[in-house]
């Protein structure tokens, strides 16, 4: 990744490197423009992204006449074509709202007259006998459900760093650990103010999630407020991932769409999310009332999920607004900078198509854009052992026998795949692990995690000591180790061998 800046100029900065920030960075990319991406954390995709339920929502929630509404769909319609120009996990795996009462009846008539408005492909109303042939493990008590066949789940983190990936092969560049302190409007351009130095940029993008009315001030803009709306998720074992193939919603709420039971692109389950508005903008413990809330909430819908084949827990913070809708429009302070700011769900969903309208809105506000032909829309296969047949594993091993040694016991994942991520940008413990899966299994990298620190001082040619977990300020080791621990001589000798 690019070094922070002591100066740096760009004709667009985008502030924030989560789904939204990166998917418009890769929009803006195809284009003939000097494009810079500020983020605070380590890596892109480390923010809310990194904590998204991963769903591509079947667009019947929201009301048609609002962002949500009209993005939503849109967006969803985009995801079989990107996700293969991504290489990037992706499965239309089709998603139920279940009624468990008369009284949830009319609900699910409003959601489907509402998916019907915002022309969702197949959607309409099954019985409880339809419901539980396709999902033979939902409760008993279901009564009928709404179906959305193009609903689907994705990768979400994985998907901003093949974003950036790409923007970054056609030239833009990524500037993280940088946190933005101050923008002075200077007419013809934007000072944005960091903490490594200074960038101007002709236009700015705010897609800083959880942090983009702040950005907003720095103008003396108070148009809006974000209030952080906090989700608990457990993530449970591959053993079970076959419980359910469907994502499970239960009839909303007016604040959420509800405890659900989600199939994740690699295989496992995911139950979740609470929905806590709070004012603390990193507040994310988990806490046993919320374990308690989503337990009793998804055995109603699958009895069969049981609490002990939990393997990991984890905390999201959605970017409410207090408009209630995404906010896509020009600072009213200076039309230089343009807010993408209350991204919450379905935001995910609809990031590539919220990236079209951005991209609009710079050309309403004056930016010129002339298609570059050299441009690259697509990013290089990433080599994913465990995916493999057999004969495309030899034929791997045979080119660079580091991709016949196990490091990640239970996904599966070789030193070959870690050693690309680093080339491909990974800097730390949780790089590895988003890019490759590396620690993501049942153990959560009890095994292979000094191993992952081992190759990458290696790689980085550092001391093991300076790999950190996710950033400056999660060093994993104190001291110098002896040897035998967090070495390279110790990814040699516990290493799996295939060949």
């Known amino acids: 990744m690019t070094k922070a800046p002591e100066l740096y100029s760009a004709d667009v900065a985008i502030i924030g490197g989560g789904i939204v920030g990166t ?19 380590a890596e892109v995709g480390w923010g809310a992204t990194k904590a998204n339920s991963g769903i591509v929502h079947g667009g019947f929630h929201d009301d048609p006449n609002t962002w949500k509404g009209k993005l939503c769909i849109r967006g969803n319609q985009k995801f079989p074509e990107l996700a ?58 279901v ?10 789940i994705v990768n979400p983190f994985e998907m901003a760093i093949a974003f950036s990936e790409v923007a970054q092969a056609n030239g833009a560049a ?75 919603f239960p009839t909303p709420s007016p604040k959420s769409k509800g405890i659900l039971v989600i199939p994740t692109a690699e295989g496992n389950l995911m139950i979740g999310p609470t929905a806590l508005e709070l004012p603390d903008k990193e507040a ?53 900078l343009i807010h993408a700011a209350g991204i919450e769900s379905p935001g995910l969903t609809a990031a590539p198509a ?8 710079l050309v309403e506000a004056g930016l010129e854009l002339e298609e570059n032909p050299e441009a690259v829309d697509s990013r290089r296969p990433f080599p994913r052992f465990h995916a ?51 620690g993501m299994g049942r153990c959560q990298g009890g095994f292979c995690q000094p191993l992952v620190i081992a190759i990458l001082a290696r790689e980085l040619g550092v001391d093991p000591t300076e790999i950190t977990k996710r ?17 390279d001589d110790n990814v040699s000798s516990q290493k799996e061998e295939l060949v």
């Open 284 to 336: 994310l413990d988990t806490t046993a009332s919320g374990f308690e809330e989503i337990v009793t909430s998804v055995r109603r819908i699958v009895p069969r999920i049981n609490s002990r084949d939990i393997i990991t827990s984890f905390v999201g913070l959605r970017a409410a607004s207090d408009r209630g809708d995404f906010i896509l429009e020009p600072s009213s302070k200076t039309p230089r």
């Open 471 to 487: 950033g400056p300020g999660s060093e994993i080791l104190l001291e110098p180790v002896r040897k035998g621990l967090a070495s």
């Open 84 to 141: 293969k120009k991504l290489d990037v996990g992706f499965r239309q795996n089709g998603i139920l709202m279940v009624a468990f009462s008369e009284e949830d009846l009319p609900v699910l008539e409003q959601h489907l007259e509402r998916g019907k408005l915002n022309q969702v492909p197949g959607i309409r109303i099954i019985s409880r006998e339809e419901a539980l042939a396709l999902e033979p493990n939902l409760s008993e008590d």
């Open 23 to 41: 998917a418009v960075l890769y929009e803006l990319s195809q284009y003939r423009l000097r494009l810079a991406l500020i983020e605070k954390n």
């Open 174 to 248: 990524l500037f993280t650990d940088t946190t933005v302190i101050g923008l002075e409007d200077e007419s013809d351009r934007i000072r944005i103010v960091t903490d490594k130095g200074v960038i101007y940029a002709r236009y700015v993008i705010n897609a800083a999630g959880l942090y983009a009315d702040e950005v907003a001030r720095f103008v003396g803009d108070t148009s809006f407020t974000i209030t952080p709306r906090k989700g608990e998720e457990y993530l449970m074992d591959k053993r079970v991932g076959d419980l359910v193939h469907r994502t499970i």
């Open 143 to 152: 009564i009928a459900a709404l179906y959305a066949p193009e609903g689907g």
């Open 388 to 438: 493999m047949d057999n004969e495309e594993r030899a034929k791997l091993i045979a080119s660079d026998p580091s991709f016949g040694h196990i490091i990640c016991r239970c996904e599966t994942i070789t030193e070959g795949e870690i050693v690309e991520a680093i080339k491909r940008g990974a800097r730390t413990v949780d790089g590895i692990k988003f890019r490759t899966r590396a």
């Open 354 to 361: 919220i990236a079209e309208v951005l991209t609009e809105l």
